[in-house]
């Protein structure tokens, strides 16, 4: 499985989330499996976003799609994305 990380600033909240929520890229037809949305509990302007894929072509798909995005929109601030793969999952 690979994740797509997402981190960004996002003062208003509640306007990034509209947008996130209008989802412009289509998550469920681009192959992500699986998101979550964090705020550190200090800083809750700061967001992190996990989109799970699949495979590695299609989380490289939505991460330039995600770079067009961004030269267009005005929610979030500074945004930053990596490809990551999971090697090792646990349960305690």
Partial sequence: MYVL???LAAPDYAAW???FDGDPLGRGAVG????RVMRPVED???IMIDL???DLERA???LARLRELWARVTAAAG???EITEVVE???H
């Fill in 5 to 7: 990380r997402v981190e």
């Fill in 89 to 91: 999952t646990g349960r």
């Fill in 32 to 35: 992500v499996r699986r998101y």
């Fill in 17 to 19: 989330k509209r947008a």
């Fill in 52 to 54: 799970d894929f699949g």
């Fill in 79 to 81: 945004p930053e994305a």
């Fill in 44 to 46: 809750p302007a700061r």
């Fill in 60 to 62: 490289e798909a939505v």
